[in-house]
């Protein structure tokens, strides 16, 4: 049993101001496994003031220091690589082996990119006698969410320390052991009191303090687009930045002349892993409609063979995250089915075989219609949906016929026509032919799928304050 009952603020643990304590449920099995306090309004207030002590001095050390301490964050996180992967199979129900090989490794990327491109980040340009500054934008709030926890932590802090600032972050209380390491690791690599701090507790109560402070300068969130619209009513009276990595219904456009069978069943699997749990899956499937019947038979195959069961095992993927988003995909199945949608595989219900747990079936649906549910809203689940199209322009259309702009995907094989696709595609990030791993280039939506972008230069940017110094090059006045 875990508890972490504790806040970090000012280089300490401390005790919340009105003790409150919150369970933590594994997934897999229904039952408490953990304990964190509930923040509250005032304990915002004690880490939002430390943060901007500390942002004085932080905001003046060199690139150098900071790269120091990223290279300190990043020892420390290695050393502690077994125990967050634990900490994340056990708080939200990644496979033991997905935690190991793709969870955790994405905060090391992150660190490790984050120093590279500090490494070279031109803080200061020259245009004729003015002089361009980026400074550190002050303290930050950071809210992040409980489907990638440990990289969306990695993702926001590493480049905000990057740029100079201090900050507070509210983990999900969804999954925050993880996240609790990551205090104990920002401690052990020395970083400045003050400088991180983090409080645990509602997103309702914490999330809305951090976002509506008025001593909090910018807030980085991720998770749903309702959410966000939240933070960012909340953030409006003290007009701060707002940055939002939100929902998503990627399509995944497959054209006439690509492997087929290959495209389809890395789509499949993609929506899969994570147990459907990720905002940029391509959940819409788009197939040129005489090869529909082709698409279903390999979408079945794939699903079948991802097996479900205890994240401590060989099981492909384990639970979904919590009780309300079982409920809510298990509607939307339903829904899906009624609505006419042709069920491949999967369907309402545990898998066979399991009666505890939130599991989901692997869920294929085809001949789906784009004002189907299943094809609108955004499921969060293992759960594809297979469109059909009858030209590269239907596609298209299809494509962005989403409140979402997340991501994109194509597949094929003449280069040309996959351009032009790309280029019409109103999302975020395009993927071609299952290119993806680029920790340099910028991740983050159009339309509701969010404001911002996170990852590379672009990310460090959202850190950061631009100032103009005119008469900055003029020779000094003759006295």
Request: proline share 5%; glycine share 10%.
């Amino acid at each position: 049993m875990r508890e972490y009952l504790k806040f970090y603020v000012n280089g300490d643990w401390i005790a919340p101001e009105a003790p409150k304590q919150m369970e933590v449920i594994n997934p897999a099995t229904e039952e408490v496994c953990g304990y964190i306090s509930a923040g509250s309004a005032a304990d915002v207030d004690k880490a939002a003031a430390a943060a901007k002590r500390a942002f004085v001095t932080y905001s003046q050390t060199t690139r150098e220091e900071r790269i120091e301490l990223l290279q300190r964050i990043l020892a420390e996180y290695q050393k502690r690589f077994d125990d967050i992967a634990k900490a994340v199979t056990e708080e939200m129900g990644a496979p033991a082996s997905f935690a190991q090989g793709a969870q955790v490794p994405s905060g090391t990327v992150h660190i490790k990119a984050g120093i590279e491109i500090l490494k070279t980040f031109k803080f200061e340009e020259d245009r004729g006698t003015t002089r361009i500054a980026k400074e550190p934008i002050g303290v930050c709030g950071m809210i992040t969410p409980w489907n990638w926890p440990i990289s969306q932590i990695a993702l926001k802090v590493v480049p905000a320390l990057a740029a100079g600032c201090t900050m507070v972050l509210k983990p999900s209380e969804e999954a925050p052991f993880s996240a609790c390491i990551w205090a104990e690791i920002m401690d052990a690599a020395g970083v400045p009191a003050g400088v991180f701090n983090m409080i645990n507790g509602a997103g309702p109560v914490v999330g809305a303090a951090i976002a509506r402070h008025p001593g909090i300068d910018m807030v980085s969130f991720t998770g749903s687009t309702r959410a966000g619209i939240e933070v960012a009513r909340n953030a409006a009276a003290t007009v701060k930045r707002v940055t939002q990595e939100l929902g998503g219904k990627s399509p995944n456009i497959i054209l006439e002349d690509a492997d087929f069978e290959a495209a389809v069943s890395a789509g499949v699997r993609s929506v899969m892993s994570n147990s459907g749990q990720s905002c940029n899956a391509p959940t819409r499937m788009l197939v040129p409609a005489r090869k529909m019947d082709e698409a279903i038979v390999i979408a079945k195959e794939v699903a079948e063979a991802t097996t479900v069961g205890d994240p401590n095992g060989n099981a492909t993927i384990g639970p979904v995250v919590n009780k309300i988003q079982w409920e809510n995909i298990q509607r939307l199945i339903e829904v899906g089915i009624n609505e006419g949608a042709t069920l491949v595989t999967g369907g309402i219900g545990r898998p066979d075989g399991l009666n505890k747990g939130f599991y989901v079936k692997p869920t294929v649906f085809a001949n789906v219609k784009n004002d189907m549910a299943v094809a609108r809203e955004e499921i969060f689940g293992p759960v594809v949906s297979i469109l059909s199209y009858e030209s590269i322009d239907e596609a298209v259309k299809i494509g962005n016929d989403t409140e979402y702009g997340l991501a994109a995907y194509i597949s094929g094989s003449d280069m040309k026509s996959i351009r032009a696709v790309a280029s019409q595609l109103r999302a975020g990030q395009v993927s071609i032919n299952g290119s993806g791993g680029d920790a340099t280039a910028p991740f983050g939506g159009y339309k509701l799928s969010g404001n911002g972008r996170e990852t590379g230069d672009y990310g460090l940017h959202e850190y950061l304050e631009i100032k103009s110094i005119l008469g900055y090059g003029l020779k000094q006045a003759a006295e």
